[in-house]
């Protein structure tokens, strides 16, 4: 990637976040008046508007778009238990916006981020210490049993932690315990947003990430294992399968 070019999107990068970081204070402050709101999915879809707004701003200054394959698969009868490979920032805003109501398993520390964690907080997430062992595990069954019951979908990223394109981590299996002992169906989902905007990368490459859904994946009668496997094989190769379309060929 020659010099100007770099400069070029780091240009358009230090826009982006120019008016990310405003749009998140502002929902973040929104997030406190929302306290007296009733009702979980009058709650929700007002703070949707925060990554609606942040991806259009995204692919306004960035020209980061992204198409959905599989969006037919997606139940529309009942909650599901989403879940993802982790590569980037991306995916945490694009998922409110391509899926019913969902809420997320998350480590608590997230919450404890100024302005995005009072948002997290109205949207019931399962916030969890990783350090906690099994009692963790415990905690997602039976508060994921109570979101999946009140038709609140989970997104859950096995591999616990953003993983960088062309790396790999293994699955933790507490969400396939979780989705075991609830009966819920997985939803396996597939992306390449990392080729867009990597871990920790100021910089978003120009282009169109790919989000591909597959068929729900029955949980009744499986050991967790096995659904585990299950959902990393599917995901695995979907997910080789993905191209990032990009304008860059520097």
């Not at 989403?82 to 109501?101: C, G, K, R, V």
């Not at 979780?178 to 169906?185: F, K, L, V």
Request: aromatic share 12%; glycine share 8%; with cysteine.
């Amino acid at each position: 990637m020659s010099l100007p070019y770099r400069l070029w999107l780091w240009l358009r990068a230090t826009a982006f976040w120019s008016g990310f970081v405003p749009f998140t204070v502002f929902y973040g402050l929104l997030s406190v008046l929302l306290y007296v709101v009733p009702g979980y999915l009058r709650r929700y879809h007002i703070l949707v508007g925060w990554c609606s707004l942040s991806l259009w701003w995204l692919r306004l200054t960035c020209g980061v778009d992204c198409k959905v394959q599989g969006r037919e698969n997606i139940p529309q009868d009942q909650a599901t238990i989403i879940m993802a490979n982790h590569q980037s920032t991306w995916e945490t805003l694009a998922f409110a916006t391509i899926f019913p109501p969902l809420t997320w398993v998350l480590k608590r520390e997230l919450l404890k981020v100024p302005f995005f964690g009072w948002g997290v907080r109205l949207i019931k997430p399962i916030a969890i210490d990783r350090s906690a062992g099994r009692s963790a595990v415990d905690q997602v069954k039976v508060q994921g049993k109570d979101r999946l019951d009140e038709d609140i979908s989970l997104v859950i990223f096995p591999e616990g932690t953003r993983v960088n394109p062309g790396e790999s981590k293994p699955y933790k299996v507490g969400g396939s315990v979780m989705a075991t002992y609830t009966g819920y169906p997985v939803l396996p989902v597939a992306h390449n947003a990392g080729a867009s905007w990597p871990r920790m990368s100021y910089i978003k490459k120009p282009g169109t990430i790919t989000v591909s859904i597959g068929k729900p994946i029955s949980t009744r009668g499986k050991e967790p294992e096995v659904l585990l496997k299950e959902v990393e094989t599917w995901i695995n190769a979907e997910r080789a399968t993905l191209v990032f379309d990009s304008p860059d060929k520097d």
